[in-house]
Protein backbone atom coordinates (compact mmCIF):
# COMPACT_ATOMS: atom_id res chain seq x y z
CA UNK A 1 0.00 0.00 0.00
CA UNK A 2 1.21 3.25 -0.83
CA UNK A 3 1.39 6.08 1.02
CA UNK A 4 -0.32 9.36 1.53
CA UNK A 5 1.38 12.77 -0.34
CA UNK A 6 1.38 14.01 3.49
CA UNK A 7 3.74 11.50 4.39
CA UNK A 8 6.20 13.63 2.95
CA UNK A 9 8.14 15.70 5.56
CA UNK A 10 6.73 19.30 5.41
CA UNK A 11 4.00 18.61 3.44
CA UNK A 12 0.64 18.99 5.82
CA UNK A 13 -3.22 19.83 4.98
CA UNK A 14 -3.01 22.96 3.28
CA UNK A 15 -0.55 21.85 0.75
CA UNK A 16 -2.37 18.42 0.27
CA UNK A 17 -5.23 20.44 -1.18
CA UNK A 18 -2.84 22.01 -3.11
CA UNK A 19 -1.54 18.49 -4.60
CA UNK A 20 -5.24 17.40 -4.82
CA UNK A 21 -5.70 20.37 -7.61
CA UNK A 22 -3.03 17.80 -9.39
CA UNK A 23 -4.80 14.69 -9.19
CA UNK A 24 -1.53 13.76 -6.35
CA UNK A 25 -3.11 12.04 -3.64
CA UNK A 26 -0.76 9.60 -2.93
CA UNK A 27 3.13 9.02 -3.30
CA UNK A 28 2.72 6.72 -6.18
CA UNK A 29 0.36 9.59 -7.54
CA UNK A 30 3.79 11.86 -7.93
CA UNK A 31 5.89 9.00 -8.55
CA UNK A 32 3.96 8.88 -11.63
CA UNK A 33 3.31 12.57 -12.41
CA UNK A 34 5.69 13.13 -15.35
CA UNK A 35 7.18 16.89 -15.62
CA UNK A 36 5.99 18.68 -18.04
CA UNK A 37 9.60 20.27 -19.01
CA UNK A 38 13.69 19.92 -17.84
CA UNK A 39 15.66 22.01 -16.59
CA UNK A 40 19.44 21.11 -18.17
CA UNK A 41 21.90 21.87 -16.08
CA UNK A 42 24.75 19.32 -17.24
CA UNK A 43 27.14 22.01 -18.20
CA UNK A 44 27.85 25.17 -16.48
CA UNK A 45 26.99 28.71 -18.66
CA UNK A 46 28.51 31.43 -18.07
CA UNK A 47 27.40 35.14 -18.83
CA UNK A 48 29.19 34.99 -21.98
CA UNK A 49 27.84 32.06 -23.07
CA UNK A 50 24.09 33.70 -23.12
CA UNK A 51 22.32 34.40 -26.28
CA UNK A 52 18.99 35.81 -27.02
CA UNK A 53 18.02 32.51 -27.46
CA UNK A 54 18.87 31.38 -24.56
CA UNK A 55 19.14 33.80 -21.53
CA UNK A 56 20.06 31.56 -18.67
CA UNK A 57 23.51 30.67 -16.82
CA UNK A 58 24.60 28.25 -14.44
CA UNK A 59 27.73 28.92 -12.73
CA UNK A 60 29.68 29.69 -9.69
CA UNK A 61 30.03 33.71 -8.83
CA UNK A 62 31.29 35.99 -6.19
CA UNK A 63 30.14 38.25 -4.82
CA UNK A 64 31.63 41.77 -4.74
CA UNK A 65 29.60 44.24 -3.80
CA UNK A 66 25.96 45.54 -2.41
CA UNK A 67 24.27 48.85 -3.43
CA UNK A 68 20.43 49.76 -2.97
CA UNK A 69 18.16 51.83 -4.41
CA UNK A 70 14.20 52.58 -4.22
CA UNK A 71 11.61 51.32 -6.97
CA UNK A 72 7.84 51.34 -7.56
CA UNK A 73 8.19 48.12 -5.07
CA UNK A 74 9.60 49.35 -2.46
CA UNK A 75 13.91 49.23 -1.48
CA UNK A 76 15.54 47.07 -4.32
CA UNK A 77 18.93 45.32 -2.85
CA UNK A 78 21.15 45.26 -5.74
CA UNK A 79 24.08 42.48 -5.07
CA UNK A 80 27.00 43.15 -7.61
CA UNK A 81 28.78 39.26 -8.26
CA UNK A 82 31.13 38.36 -11.05
CA UNK A 83 31.31 34.90 -12.77
CA UNK A 84 34.81 32.79 -13.14
CA UNK A 85 35.31 34.30 -16.13
CA UNK A 86 35.64 37.86 -14.56
CA UNK A 87 32.20 39.03 -16.18
CA UNK A 88 29.98 40.84 -14.09
CA UNK A 89 26.11 40.56 -13.07
CA UNK A 90 23.70 42.79 -11.31
CA UNK A 91 21.12 40.32 -8.75
CA UNK A 92 18.25 42.74 -8.08
CA UNK A 93 16.89 41.39 -4.79
CA UNK A 94 13.07 42.32 -5.19
CA UNK A 95 11.08 41.49 -1.56
CA UNK A 96 14.51 39.42 -0.43
CA UNK A 97 16.02 41.92 2.15
CA UNK A 98 17.79 39.01 3.70
CA UNK A 99 19.79 38.31 1.13
CA UNK A 100 22.29 41.07 1.66
CA UNK A 101 22.96 40.00 4.96
CA UNK A 102 23.12 36.47 3.16
CA UNK A 103 25.45 37.13 0.24
CA UNK A 104 28.54 38.20 1.80
CA UNK A 105 31.18 40.07 -0.01
CA UNK A 106 34.23 37.42 -0.79
CA UNK A 107 31.41 34.43 -0.95
CA UNK A 108 31.27 32.24 -3.76
CA UNK A 109 27.84 30.75 -4.29
CA UNK A 110 26.26 28.85 -7.56
CA UNK A 111 23.58 30.89 -9.40
CA UNK A 112 20.63 29.56 -11.70
CA UNK A 113 19.64 32.96 -13.45
CA UNK A 114 17.53 34.32 -16.36
CA UNK A 115 19.64 37.33 -17.06
CA UNK A 116 19.23 40.60 -19.81
CA UNK A 117 21.73 42.83 -20.85
CA UNK A 118 21.04 46.39 -19.86
CA UNK A 119 23.18 49.73 -21.09
CA UNK A 120 25.90 46.64 -21.63
CA UNK A 121 25.78 45.27 -18.07
CA UNK A 122 24.01 41.79 -17.12
CA UNK A 123 21.44 41.93 -14.66
CA UNK A 124 18.91 39.33 -13.64
CA UNK A 125 15.98 39.87 -10.99
CA UNK A 126 14.68 35.87 -11.86
CA UNK A 127 17.27 33.42 -10.48
CA UNK A 128 17.99 30.87 -7.89
CA UNK A 129 21.50 31.11 -5.54
CA UNK A 130 23.10 28.18 -3.70
CA UNK A 131 25.62 27.28 -1.41
CA UNK A 132 27.37 24.21 -3.10
CA UNK A 133 27.03 22.74 -6.91
CA UNK A 134 24.78 20.15 -5.71
CA UNK A 135 22.27 22.13 -4.07
CA UNK A 136 22.03 24.38 -7.13
CA UNK A 137 21.65 20.90 -9.14
CA UNK A 138 24.79 21.85 -11.68
CA UNK A 139 25.54 18.62 -13.47
CA UNK A 140 22.32 16.92 -13.37
CA UNK A 141 18.86 17.42 -15.75
CA UNK A 142 16.08 18.79 -13.13
CA UNK A 143 12.57 18.13 -13.59
CA UNK A 144 9.66 21.02 -14.24
CA UNK A 145 6.55 20.22 -12.79
CA UNK A 146 3.17 21.24 -12.97
CA UNK A 147 2.14 23.81 -10.20
CA UNK A 148 -0.61 24.52 -8.50
CA UNK A 149 -1.66 27.10 -5.68
CA UNK A 150 1.35 27.97 -3.50
CA UNK A 151 3.31 24.78 -5.13
CA UNK A 152 6.89 25.87 -5.83
CA UNK A 153 9.55 23.41 -7.81
CA UNK A 154 11.07 22.90 -4.73
CA UNK A 155 8.25 21.69 -3.08
CA UNK A 156 7.47 19.49 -5.68
CA UNK A 157 11.10 17.96 -5.92
CA UNK A 158 11.23 16.88 -2.61
CA UNK A 159 7.71 15.58 -2.76
CA UNK A 160 9.11 13.43 -5.95
CA UNK A 161 12.60 12.32 -4.55
CA UNK A 162 11.07 10.84 -1.40
CA UNK A 163 8.12 9.57 -3.37
CA UNK A 164 10.78 7.24 -5.29
CA UNK A 165 12.61 6.43 -2.40
CA UNK A 166 9.34 4.94 -0.56
CA UNK A 167 6.94 3.69 -3.19
CA UNK A 168 6.19 -0.39 -3.83
CA UNK A 169 8.58 -1.31 -6.21
CA UNK A 170 6.23 -4.15 -8.22
CA UNK A 171 7.12 -4.96 -11.27
CA UNK A 172 4.10 -5.90 -13.62
CA UNK A 173 6.52 -6.96 -17.10
CA UNK A 174 7.97 -10.08 -17.47
CA UNK A 175 11.78 -10.31 -17.73
CA UNK A 176 11.76 -11.85 -20.77
CA UNK A 177 9.62 -9.22 -22.05
CA UNK A 178 11.79 -6.26 -20.88
CA UNK A 179 14.65 -7.87 -22.66
CA UNK A 180 13.23 -8.47 -25.99
CA UNK A 181 11.52 -5.22 -25.64
CA UNK A 182 14.52 -3.72 -24.47
CA UNK A 183 12.77 -1.88 -21.16
CA UNK A 184 14.02 -0.64 -18.41
CA UNK A 185 12.67 -2.16 -14.86
CA UNK A 186 9.87 0.19 -13.92
CA UNK A 187 11.31 1.79 -10.60
CA UNK A 188 14.56 2.55 -12.99
CA UNK A 189 12.26 4.40 -15.90
CA UNK A 190 10.41 6.28 -12.68
CA UNK A 191 13.56 7.38 -11.58
CA UNK A 192 14.81 8.71 -15.12
CA UNK A 193 11.34 10.66 -15.89
CA UNK A 194 11.93 12.50 -12.74
CA UNK A 195 15.71 12.47 -12.99
CA UNK A 196 17.05 11.82 -16.49
CA UNK A 197 20.70 10.77 -16.91
CA UNK A 198 20.45 11.72 -20.85
CA UNK A 199 18.12 12.25 -23.13
CA UNK A 200 18.47 8.88 -24.57
CA UNK A 201 18.12 6.96 -20.68
CA UNK A 202 14.41 9.54 -20.85
CA UNK A 203 13.04 8.12 -24.01
CA UNK A 204 13.71 4.46 -22.92
CA UNK A 205 11.96 5.30 -19.53
CA UNK A 206 8.78 6.68 -21.43
CA UNK A 207 8.53 4.17 -23.92
CA UNK A 208 8.82 1.76 -20.61
CA UNK A 209 5.72 3.54 -18.94
CA UNK A 210 3.77 3.78 -21.85
CA UNK A 211 4.37 -0.06 -22.73
CA UNK A 212 3.38 -0.95 -19.31
CA UNK A 213 0.59 0.96 -19.57
CA UNK A 214 -0.67 -0.70 -22.20
CA UNK A 215 0.69 -4.17 -21.16
CA UNK A 216 -2.03 -3.73 -17.45
CA UNK A 217 -4.63 -2.75 -19.74
CA UNK A 218 -4.50 -5.89 -21.97
CA UNK A 219 -4.35 -7.73 -18.85
CA UNK A 220 -6.86 -6.57 -17.05
CA UNK A 221 -9.17 -7.17 -20.62
CA UNK A 222 -8.37 -10.63 -20.50
CA UNK A 223 -9.35 -11.37 -16.77
Known amino acids: MTGRITDVPGIGKA ?10 FTLEDMATLAPRAYDDRREERTLRSTTIENPTITCRVTITGHSAFSSKKGRVIKVSAMDDDGTSLDI ?17 WYINATVQ ?7 TASFEIKKTKEEAGLGRILPIYPL ?13 QYSLLNIDREEFI ?7 EGLLDRFT ?8 TNEKMLQVA ?9 FLM ?5 R
Open 206 to 214: RRTLAFTEL
Open 174 to 180: PENIKRE
Open 117 to 123: RVRYQYQ
Open 92 to 108: LCFNRPYLENMLKIGTE
Open 15 to 24: LEKEFAKLSV
Open 148 to 160: AGNLTQKIMRKAA
Open 218 to 222: ELKEL
Open 189 to 196: ALKEIHYP
